[in-house]
T-cell receptor, first 111, second 113 residues
Framework: SQKIEQNSEALNIQEGKTATLTCNYTNYSPAYLQWYRQDPGRGPVFLLLIRENEKEKRKERLKVTFDTTLKQSLFHITASQPADSATYLCALPPAGNKLTFGGGTRVLVKP | EAQVTQNPRYLITVTGKKLTVTCSQNMNHEYMSWYRQDPGLGLRQIYYSMNVEVTDKGDVPEGYKVSRKEKRNFPLILESPSPNQTSLYFC????????????FGNGTRLTVT
């Protein structure tokens, strides 16, 4: 069955540095991948979508890459700020109409 | 303002007492879905709906029912809640089931004693 893995350990990073998160998947070849941000007690908020034919996507200080050979997506937050502290989720569409989420990686940006 | 509204935000109930969590979206979205989120297990899909009167099971449908009589509403029904259904529930909607981003509600924290 399809499996999505994100680093469950929290990522502690100093303000101004780049945070890099990993999303690995197995047994699947998705046509796209999405990234969401979730703050405590709130619903996830969509950030970026990257398609299989796109190597890289950017939005302000966010950058996502998608390597279909490695079955991996990297999510970068450049010039990180304390307000970027949250949990970041990757999501893939397995077979059918169900978007499946990874467990998320918590990011803590220290001033 | 485009949004997905869930009610209630918090709910404490007892085993076996039927309850309904409401979900409404004002974006004319065709696709709606319910998720539950538990520590260490992440977001898991309960049910989804492609359109009015079309619903299907997600990964963890046992103990839940849904209905989609109108496009904007997608209530989640627990006929006989049990303590293992204590969780944080999210409703979400999107334009379609393709690559459209999901819009989530703010969640319902349910405790079943």
């Amino acid at each position: 069955s399809q499996k999505i893995e994100q680093n469950s350990e929290a990522l502690n990073i100093q303000e101004g540095k780049t945070a890099t998160l990993t999303c690995n998947y197995t047994n699947y070849s998705p046509a796209y991948l999405q990234w969401y941000r979730q703050d405590p007690g709130r619903g996830p908020v969509f950030l970026l979508l990257i398609r299989e034919n796109e190597k890289e996507k950017r939005k302000e200080r966010l950058k996502v890459t998608f390597d279909t050979t490695l079955k991996q997506s990297l999510f970068h937050i450049t010039a990180s700020q304390p307000a970027d502290s949250a949990t970041y989720l990757c999501a893939l569409p397995p077979a059918g109409n169900k978007l499946t989420f990874g467990g998320g990686t918590r990011v803590l940006v220290k001033p | 303002e485009a949004q997905v509204t869930q009610n209630p935000r918090y709910l404490i109930t007892v085993t076996g007492k039927k309850l309904t969590v409401t979900c409404s979206q004002n974006m004319n979205h065709e696709y709606m879905s319910w998720y539950r989120q538990d520590p260490g297990l992440g977001l898991r899909q309960i049910y989804y709906s492609m359109n009015v009167e079309v619903t299907d099971k997600g990964d963890v449908p046992e103990g839940y029912k849904v209905s989609r009589k109108e496009k904007r509403n997608f209530p989640l029904i627990l006929e006989s809640p049990s303590p293992n259904q204590t969780s944080l529930y999210f409703c979400a909607s999107s334009q379609g089931a393709d690559n459209s981003p999901l819009h989530f509600g703010n969640g319902t924290r349910l405790t079943v004693t």
